[in-house]
């Protein structure tokens, strides 16, 4: 068993970058949710916020779905959960979405969506890692 305030545990999941993966990576980070004594309406929140997240990426920055999604998970010393989805797709950047065209799929436009993800989780910041090639979206989880 986990001790859920040890800053020095981090857990990871990495799946491809296809849309039948999401239910795996939510599961994941769920459970570390559990496991870190939050309540069960907070994680259905955070369920929501994950599943955008993870469409915009899958959608937006890995199209090909041979890229790959890796998801960490750590505790913070005063309760919260440091979350990273890394990514092996082209830059994007969800939370400045006037930086992106809008693109087609079948001729219904889109365009990245994070309502869900700004409600749940005040503490959300973006980077790219030029020189390995991945998108970084880093969460601050607090109950």
């Given at each position: 068993?986990?001790?859920?305030?040890?800053?020095?545990?981090?857990?990871?999941?990495?799946?491809?970058?296809?849309?039948?993966?999401?239910?795996?990576?939510?599961?994941?980070?769920?459970?570390?949710?559990?496991?870190?004594?939050?309540?069960?309406?907070?994680?259905?929140?955070?369920?929501?916020?994950?599943?955008?997240?993870?469409?915009?990426?899958?959608?937006?920055?890995?199209?090909?779905?041979?890229e790959e999604i890796r998801v960490?998970?750590?505790?913070?010393?005063?309760?919260?959960?440091?979350?990273?989805?890394?990514?092996?797709?082209?830059?994007?950047?969800?939370?400045?979405?006037?930086?992106?065209?809008?693109?087609?799929?079948?001729?219904?436009?889109?365009?990245?969506?994070?309502?869900?993800?700004?409600?749940?989780?005040?503490?959300?910041?973006?980077?790219?890692?030029?020189?390995?090639?991945?998108?970084?979206?880093?969460?601050?989880?607090?109950?």
């Amino acid at each position: 068993m986990r001790k859920p305030l040890d800053a020095e545990i981090s857990e990871e999941i990495v799946v491809a970058a296809r849309t039948d993966s999401v239910p795996k990576v939510v599961e994941f980070v769920s459970a570390y949710a559990r496991e870190m004594a939050f309540g069960e309406e907070r994680i259905d929140q955070i369920r929501l916020a994950l599943e955008e997240a993870l469409a915009n990426i899958i959608c937006f920055a890995c199209p090909q779905g041979s890229e790959e999604i890796r998801v960490t998970c750590g505790a913070h010393e005063m309760g919260a959960i440091l979350l990273n989805i890394i990514d092996t797709g082209i830059p994007f950047n969800m939370l400045v979405m006037s930086a992106f065209p809008e693109t087609t799929d079948g001729g219904a436009g889109q365009i990245p969506s994070t309502g869900r993800m700004k409600r749940a989780i005040k503490d959300v910041e973006y980077r790219r890692d030029g020189a390995e090639r991945k998108n970084i979206l880093a969460w601050v989880i607090s109950k």
